[in-house]
Each structure stands twice: as C-alpha cells, then as structure tokens.
C-alpha cells in the first residue's frame, strides 16, 4: 500500500480546562510541507513554501490559492532554514519573507510589497506601521541583540522598543534560546520579556509604554532529557548542516550553553481580547497555556496538544512560524501522519 505524507489539522474549543477528547471531522488533502496556518472567520490559510491555499473551514474544500515563489513584484523568495511566515486579518494576507514583506487582498490580488533590511527577522504589519525584530551588533558592549522597534509605513524606524542578548555570541549557543516574541493587536505591541521573568511590556501605536504585565510562575529545570532532545534539533537544522562537516564538525568549535531553568514563556498569541502564552510545562504531550485578559489578569490554564516545534535556528532567532493558531477559543494545530489527511476537534471542557 503506497503510504502518504499528510496533514492532520486539529481543533479545540473552548479554552476553559485541562481535559479533551478528539473527534475526526474531515480531511484535508493535498498539503505536504506546511510552513504556517492562520484562522480567519470561517477560512483557513495555510502557507507552504510562497503560496498561500484557502480551505474553507466547513468541509476544508480549497477555495483559491495564491503567491509563487520568484523575485518579481509580488513573489516570494523560499528559504531551507527560515520559514516565511503568515499573518492574515479581516482586510489583508501578508507574507513575511526573508527580503520582503508581500501584502495580498483576501481574495489573493496582489496590493503591494516592502522590501527589508537584512537585518530584520520578523516584520508584522499594525495598521498602517509596522513592528520589527531585528539584529544589531552592539559595539560598547561587544554583543549581538535582538531588538523591537517601531517603522512607519515608508520602512523608517521611529523608536526602538526592547533589546535583549541574542542567543549565539561568537562561538557561544544558548540551546535553549530565550528569544523575545511579541504580538501586535488592536494597535498595541506586546512584548515578553522573559530574561525578567513571567514579564510583558505594552506599548500604544506610537511606542509609549503604557503598562506592564508581571506574575510569579513555575520554575521548570533543564533537565539531561531535555539536553538530548535540543542537540537532536540542532543536529537536524537545515542552516546547521550546511555548514562545513555539518553539526558534528561544527560542535567541536562551538561552546552549547544551557541554563539551569527553562524561560518562563517559550511563545504569545494574542486573540479574542486574551493573551495566550505558551509555556515549557507539559502534561501527557500537551503543553500548558496561561490565559489572561488584555490587562493581564489570569483567566484559565490549559494543556493544549503540542505540535511539531520550529527549527533550532529558527528558535534562536525567534521567528518559528506556528503550526497551529487560536481563533474564537478555539485552537487549531497541523500534525503530519502517515495516515491520511484529517481535520480533528477536541473539545476542551469546562
């Protein structure tokens, strides 16, 4: 029997407890390498490689497709190692690729495109500006960090937001990178802070400060298991095997620092007026939430199913593009199987 390679698109509802069941309701066919998938309204995007395909979320038949890869105006550029990512609102689609950000309508016309420095690693559209992580070498301190800044419309940085360490320093990798990920919604950038702790700050459209979320959390210990499995990611990393003897050569050279705890927030998605932030406590192969309304105050906990996790150069530089989303309460996540191509729900209840 030939044996295919598919995708499994799951969803939870109702992120108000711990407990799930999962139930078949569909097959999705035809996706083979999934860079990232996105929820809006009654559709689903997914992006592969530079092109965009639209399911509907009912019986996931493919409305349209749209994007090619190429260098002309509206292509996208495909890269092994970064995978472009995706942001879909009520008005437009937006590709992030490695040189340029491609802005189509929802129905797949192309609008326009900003080309970016090479020193930006993640671009995300609020409103007419744009939040942007970037690296800059920090000559006084001799280091590399990662910034959150602010550009206007004509790709001109206004005010830098945060800056943190970046996770390889010469010949030093964290390989547990506790890279800074940030959120824009309604106008406002949140970022976490995690070198502070169980940390964000928020910022208004024009990048004052106007409040700050701070909370105690669980310390998870790095522990000898939790080791292996990150120099199995790293040995795997498209962008570390091609270096020179691939990672077995270039292990000798390098320090692999790890630290004693885990980050107290390995990931943020903000939807439905809630901030939902992942974190690197796991139950039974799911992964715990922390819930808490835009002002910080804590509404639920729960284990959602853990998906396939970015790669490692992708963790350090923090631009993982998600296999999963949260829409509506409810979550909804790519698995590849062998199996055959299905939609899941699992419902979360109270």
Known sequence: MKIRRVLVLILAANLFTASATAEKIGILEDILQPAAVAVCGDEV???????????????LRLLRKFGREGQGPGEVDVTPWLKNLLYVSNDNVVIDSVNKVVVFSQSGAFIKELRRSSQFTQMIPAGKNFAVRKRVYNEKEKMVCSTINWYDPDSHMTKELYRQP?????????????????AVYKDKIFIEESPKGFYIDVFD???EKISAIQKDFE???VQAAH??????????????????????ELKKTMHLNYPNFFPAISDMVIADNKIYLQTYKKLNKRRQYIVLDLNGNELTRAFLQEVSPPGFTEQMMGTGARLFDISLNRFFYIVETDEGSELHTQEIKH
Do not use: Y
């Not at 970046?166 to 940030?182: E, L, N």
């Not at 080791?227 to 077995?248: H, R, V």
């Open 45 to 59: 995007f997914i992006l592969e490689g530079a092109t965009v395909f639209v399911f509907s979320l009912d019986d």
């Open 227 to 248: 080791k292996k499995e990150a120099e199995q990611l790293i040995s795997i990393d498209p962008f570390m095997s091609n270096a020179p003897g691939g990672w077995k």
């Open 219 to 221: 310390k998870i210990p």
């Open 166 to 182: 970046f996770a390889a320093q010469g010949k030093r990798i964290d390989m547990i990178p506790d890279s800074v990920h940030f």
């Open 205 to 207: 459209h024009n990048g």
